[in-house]
């Protein structure tokens, strides 16, 4: 069977499908082919799946650290079963809302595995062959998980972050290695549920690369919960023993040996491109050592008319990023020209408190030979927080010698949102005093980021300006 359209976009995740749907707004004739499930990994075994188990082991830790409730406390639990069957309803309600904006927008899909045969066609094995012969093709392949060389994923003693969301049957102990967002998040899932979780880093600190002063507070308060946390751990070797894993190697700051015993690896170290299928089939398609595939600023290969956008492509693997780069890229598609700004692209990881960042950091700004102003506001002066009992965070702002706002760090409860006034600010090159001058409601955690902007210009109301 052949198919003609305008558009043919590889990949049903939050990149492809919006790009979809932004092509469909912009009366193209547009091809989403999938192999597997709409949604993608972020919908169906990631972010959404992990926020619901978030939410919920959440909800059951306030319960049982807070003071004032009389009662046994101790009897409270999660019905992991009945979680874990919210869970699903939760992402299938979300992958059929998803599906009929698809439909009634007439984007098509197609559902198999796609391979390109050449710059203007495709080929999508299912029970049915089917060729494809489009105008402009966007690839959203997509990530998987990341594996060492001597561990690798079994699903059962060794498993991802896709194999612990289905976990019907809680281990004892767990070891996570890696300590960026997955493996921070899902420490913090199972630690909830009762769990020994054991969190081993190669890197210095907690969630690589972020700023220092927040990965130190960040650590504190993740070990005062409870998390048990190594950092500069090397992994030499992984054996079992007695039914249990071990895990064997070096800490890099003492150079003694080290052994950690789990019932269950959980492998969180980073997300590898689905380019394998893409190499060698053209050589205008260029990939970087580490398997992505290299584009434009307007999110084009090296083949005019093949574009490219979300995990494939590197960067930060966000969904929201994938997201955004669809839409300018499918604009682009149909003959629009525009780049994606990253310098204000945002981020966060949902433990408690959530961590959120955007911009650059101090160590970023002094690499890059830039002169930053720095405003720290700490949520003890927050009345908010307080009235939360939930004082530990703190917000970060930085500006150029302008006053321009080129980044920020939120350590704090809801930083995920509260980073968006600030991610609005480098959007728009405002400065210092455009956020300080804004009046904020009180008392809300948003208030930090005020006193934080006043801070750097040593004007803060709620404490010293030292």
């Not at 289905?166 to 967002?181: C, F, H, S, T």
Request: with cysteine; charged share 25%.
């Amino acid at each position: 069977m052949d198919e003609k359209c305008d558009i043919a976009i590889l990949g049903g995740g939050p990149g492809g499908y919006v790009a979809a749907l932004r092509g469909a707004q912009l009366k193209k004739k547009v091809l989403l082919i999938e192999k597997d499930l709409i949604g993608g990994t972020c919908m169906n075994r990631g972010c959404i799946p992990t926020k619901y188990l978030l939410h919920q082991t959440q909800m059951l830790r306030e319960l049982k650290d807070n003071t004032n409730i009389d009662g046994p406390l101790e009897n409270l639990k999660l019905n992991w079963t009945r979680v874990q069957e919210g869970k699903r309803e939760k992402v299938k309600k979300l992958v059929k809302g998803i599906e009929f904006l698809l439909k009634k927008n007439g984007v098509k899909i197609i559902r198999g595995e796609a391979r390109l045969k050449s710059e203007r066609e495709l080929i999508v094995q299912s029970k049915e062959d089917t060729k494809i012969f489009p105008d402009k093709i966007i690839l959203a392949t997509g990530s998987e998980s990341a594996s060492l060389p001597f561990l690798q994923p079994n699903g059962e003693k060794i498993i991802t972050s896709k194999d612990a969301l289905e976990l019907n049957k809680l281990p004892d102990r767990l070891l996570i290695v890696g300590a960026g967002a997955i493996g921070l998040e899902m420490g913090t899932i199972f630690h909830r549920m009762g769990c020994d979780v054991t969190i081993l880093e190669l890197t210095k600190n907690v969630f690589p690369g972020i700023d220092r002063d927040m990965a130190v507070r960040m650590e504190r308060l993740l070990k005062a919960q409870g998390l048990k946390i190594h950092t500069q751990m090397k992994i030499e070797k992984c054996d079992l023993k007695n039914g249990a894993v071990v895990l064997e190697g070096i800490n890099l700051k003492t150079l003694s040996r080290f052994d950690f015993e789990a019932d269950k690896i959980l492998l969180a170290t980073g997300r590898t491109p689905n380019s394998a299928e893409l190499k060698g089939k053209d050589a205008r398609l260029e990939f970087d050592p580490h398997g992505f595939l290299k584009v434009d600023h307007n999110l084009e290969t090296g083949i005019p008319g093949i574009y490219a956008i979300g995990d494939l492509i590197g960067g930060k693997l966000l969904a929201h990023k994938a997201s955004h780069e669809g839409i300018i890229a499918v604009e682009n598609a149909c003959g629009k020209t525009r780049a994606m700004n990253y310098s204000a692209l945002p981020s966060a990881v949902f433990t408690e408190p959530e961590f959120a960042y955007v911009g650059i950091t101090e160590t970023e700004a002094k690499e890059k030979g830039l002169s930053v102003f720095t405003g720290l506001f700490t949520l003890q002066a927050n009345s908010r927080a307080l009235t939360m009992s939930k004082p530990d965070g703190m917000v970060k702002i930085l500006s150029d010698s302008e006053e321009r706002i080129v980044g920020a760090q939120i350590l704090s409860p809801h930083a995920s949102e509260i980073i968006m006034e600030v991610t609005l600010a480098i959007q728009n090159g405002l400065k210092l005093s455009d956020l300080s001058s804004v009046v904020h409601i009180h008392p809300t955690l948003s208030e930090a980021v005020m006193e934080a902007a006043l801070k750097a210009n040593g004007e803060a109301i709620h404490m010293l300006n030292t």
